[in-house]
């Protein structure tokens, strides 16, 4: 079965240093999205992204986030000046059509961003 | 603002047993609700999918309800088994976002 891929699984920064964490998501699939986990906390939504450009964002995709689809293929988020609140779980997601019709969305296993 | 609670946050049972997680919603216009599974350290994989125009989806020994008026969705499963052991997610899907709760941690002991 298709399935949503993120590289790395654990990343390691220290404060002040940009990261990109990337995705492959499943290819027939046309909607991206980023959400994250703090650590006890609930999934959290980040963005959208569809059609070459981000659909919705949340209080938190502020401009120290930005998101790319640099090919056909990968789909990368960056973070230009992490901070230590920014240490959480960050998943990927893709799905055929939004995420509000029946068309469910597939998640990476996440990768583990730990800022120091 | 949009909230999903899930009551228990932890629940332990005897295999074997049938089971039911809570989850209640303040959206009254969601497009759809969902259900997934996260095992520790992983990702999280879809179980049930239910739009808002329907009451009920099945899978296997899961199914999953939901009660748009009052803004709760159950989950139920039957037969409970040791690999069913994880963290139970609801997330009410809106146009372009799902809000998630925070989960209930299903311990199922052979």
Known sequence: EPEVTQTPSHQVTQMGQEVILRCVPISNHLYFYWYRQILGQKVEFLVSFYNNEISEKSEIFDDQFSVERPDGSNFTLKIRSTKLEDSAMYFCASSEALAGTNSPLHFGNGTRLTVT | ?110
């Not at chain 2, 709760?72 to 088994?81: D, E, P």
């Open chain 2, 1 to 110: 603002k949009q909230e999903v609670t899930q009551i228990p946050a932890a629940l332990s049972v005897p295999e074997g047993e049938n089971l039911v997680l809570n989850c209640s919603f303040t959206d009254s216009a969601i497009y759809n609700l969902q259900w997934f599974r996260q095992d520790p350290g992983k990702g999280l994989t879809s179980l049930l999918l239910i739009q808002s125009s329907q009451r009920e989806q099945t899978s296997g020994r899961l199914n999953a309800s939901l009660d748009k008026s009052s803004g709760r969705s159950t989950l139920y499963i039957a037969a409970s088994q040791p690999g069913d052991s994880a963290t139970y997610l609801c997330a009410e899907g809106g146009s372009e976002k799902l809000v998630f709760g925070k989960g209930t941690k299903l311990t199922v002991n052979p």
